[in-house]
């Protein structure tokens, strides 16, 4: 499965972003879809799941200020960022999961985008 990320940038504090992550296959059906973040000299974090159903998590830092949604018809999962502070400064990773609702990526069956730099000055 490759998984075709966009919309990273520069943006002021307080600024807005939406990124985007596109199967470039048609042929798989996703169950789990998330978006992970790494910043710089930090471990990669879940920052927020949307399972099949719709069913939505979201790391605490970032509750009320960025929004998961899916398109299942395009195999796409989006991650609308608004209010953005510094600290949201790291590489955006898409996730996919062929068989698995958890919220995390437990094993083989997940695939990964190549990441989307998101830097927010103050």
């Known amino acids: 499965v490759q998984l075709v990320e966009s919309g990273g940038g520069l943006v002021q504090a307080g600024g807005s972003l939406r990124l985007s992550c596109a199967a470039s296959?048609?042929?798989?059906?996703?169950?789990?879809m998330r978006w992970y973040r790494q910043a710089p000299g930090k471990r990669r974090e879940l920052v927020a799941a949307i399972t099949s159903g719709d069913s939505t998590y979201y790391t605490d830092s970032v509750k009320g200020r960025f929004t998961i949604s899916r398109d299942n018809a395009k195999n796409a999962v989006y991650l609308q960022m608004n209010s953005l502070k510094p600290e949201d400064t790291a590489v955006y990773y898409c996730?996919?999961?062929?068989?698995?609702?958890?919220?995390?990526?437990?094993?083989?069956?997940?695939?990964w985008g190549q990441g989307t730099q998101v830097t927010v000055s103050s």
């Open positions: 296959e048609s042929a798989f059906v996703f169950n789990a």
């Open positions: 996730n996919v999961d062929i068989f698995s609702e958890s919220w995390d990526c437990e094993g083989s069956t997940c695939y």
